[in-house]
């Protein structure tokens, strides 16, 4: 075992208010760290969710202009299972999100709008733990997002920002990226696992066009064994993991 793999996780940080997380599609939040947004909004904490696409090519047999509506739909009611009730879309078109200036600067426009002092999204990495390779849509907003973190609170890197009303903000203290291969933080996944299973599960459409299994068992399993990975570093706790930057 290396000692990337060995080392503990620790907690995550708890001072703070709000909370905005930015991912690429529908069901990225709730395949990767739904238990923790749960737990939050339990403390009293404010969260909202940005997506930058709709998620419309993500179902081969249904019609991106079908898909789309769709699959917003199911994202709602998902952060509605857990008590997020502020959901946001970009617009980015689903599959081929370009890293660059125009990503970035919808991403800290949000970061302006919602002035957390936390920011998450998924997995900025070429590969997931295991060598699996990651989405271009994924790379590309986990980079935007941990760049527009610091977008956000620079007046002279987007000043048209500043000119619709959005001042800047240099509030974010920390980039939680969720579902790294490097995890260094967690938070423990029990407190909101069952809302977490019913978050996923509102993605139904999805998930039926994914797997023959029954949609609970499998959201059920995927969840469970998720959370159970690296519960040895996390003192035996089935854990909520996350690669934290620090601003």
Known sequence: MTESNS?????????????????????????????????????????????????????????PAECGPLREREQRASAAAVGVSVV????????????????????????????????????????????????????????????????????????ELTEQGLQPWNGVRWVAVANSKNPTHAVPAEPGLERAVRSLLEHRAYIEALTDEDPETYVRRFLTENTRELSARFGGQPAVVFELFNR
């Not at 709709?54 to 179902?59: K, L, P, T, V, Y």
């Not at 980015?92 to 920011?119: F, K, N």
């Open 7 to 63: 080392t503990q996780l620790q907690p995550m940080p708890t001072d703070w208010q709000r909370a905005l997380a930015v991912v690429a599609h529908p069901d990225d939040l709730e395949y990767g760290c739904s238990a923790a947004m749960a737990s939050w909004i339990d403390e009293g904490r404010e969260i909202a969710y940005v997506l930058a696409t709709r998620g419309e090519a993500g179902i081969d047999t249904v019609a």
């Open 88 to 159: 946001e879309f970009l617009d980015h078109r689903d599959g081929t999100i370009e890293y660059g200036v125009s990503l970035r600067r919808d991403i800290a426009a949000a970061i302006r709008r919602h002035r957390p002092e936390l920011v998450i999204t998924l997995n900025h990495h070429t590969t997931w733990d295991g060598g699996v390779w990651n989405t271009p849509d994924h790379v590309a907003v986990g980079h935007a997002t941990l760049d527009a973190a610091a977008d956000a609170g620079n007046r002279w890197i987007f000043p």
